[in-house]
């Protein structure tokens, strides 16, 4: 089975600076990589997914990620960050299904804290 | 457009209860997905269905859970009875199709908060 794993569970970063959220990946095959954010009490948000092609993906809010074959790592990025980015930030990864199709397979979440 | 729809947002229950929860996703997206996301853990998905077949339920605990998407499109998830274990936010997905790629993206709804004392 593909699996993501996220090692920070918070990250802290003070407004203005750029922040990074870890993650890094294990599949057989290639990887479709998606990053999804959640705000307190909403549903999960898509914010970009990798496919195929430029290793740089652009996503909404001004994040963007990389994709790193070598090292097998999706880091989440963005160059200035906001306190109202402070949320939950999920990485997921394509899973194949005994029976056929793919479904979306989840890290554990790293909280991201914003602060003045 | 319209969101994935799901309610209600937050129930509480003591243990052996039943519970639903109801999900009406947005319109034309022919995949629902029914996933568990237990505090401090990633969402586990528990069923996908395609239409109103059942693609995977390889992780939904059958002696208790239950679902079913009858029509097409609104879904329903049941747990009965509940254990303490079960409390979690419960989130229903859409997405336009299955197959392809899977490159495609899955809208949430805000979830279904149950505590189970």
């Known amino acids: 089975a593909q699996s993501v794993a996220q090692p920070e569970d918070q990250v802290n970063v003070a407004e203005g600076n750029p922040l990074t959220v870890k993650c890094t990946y294990s599949v057989s095959g290639n990887p479709y990589l998606f990053w999804y954010v959640q705000y307190p009490n909403r549903g999960l948000q898509f914010l970009l997914k990798y496919i195929t092609g430029d290793n740089l993906v652009k996503g909404s809010y001004g994040f963007e990620a990389e994709f790193n074959k070598s090292q097998t790592s999706f880091h989440l990025k963005k160059p200035s960050a906001l306190v109202s980015d402070s949320a939950l930030y999920f990485c997921?990864?394509?899973?194949?299904?005994?029976?056929?199709?793919?479904?979306?397979?989840f890290g554990t979440g790293t909280q991201l804290k914003v602060e003045l | 457009e319209a969101g994935v729809a799901q309610s209600p947002r937050y129930k509480i229950i003591e243990k052996r209860q039943s519970v639903a929860f109801w999900c009406n996703p947005i319109?034309?997206?022919?995949?629902l997905y029914w996933y568990q996301q237990i505090l401090g853990q990633g969402p586990k998905l528990l069923i996908q269905?395609?239409?109103?077949?059942?693609?995977?339920d390889s992780q939904l605990p059958k002696d208790r859970f239950s679902a079913e998407r009858l029509k097409g499109v609104d879904s329903t998830l049941k747990i009965q009875p509940a254990k303490l274990e079960d409390s979690a936010v419960y989130l229903c997905a859409s997405s336009l199709v299955l197959g392809g790629s899977g490159a495609n993206v899955l809208t949430f709804g805000a979830g279904s908060r149950l505590t189970v004392l």
């Open positions: 997921a990864v394509r899973d194949l299904l005994t029976g056929g199709g793919n479904k979306l397979t």
């Open positions: 269905f395609q239409n109103n077949g059942v693609v995977d």
């Open positions: 319109s034309g997206h022919a995949t």
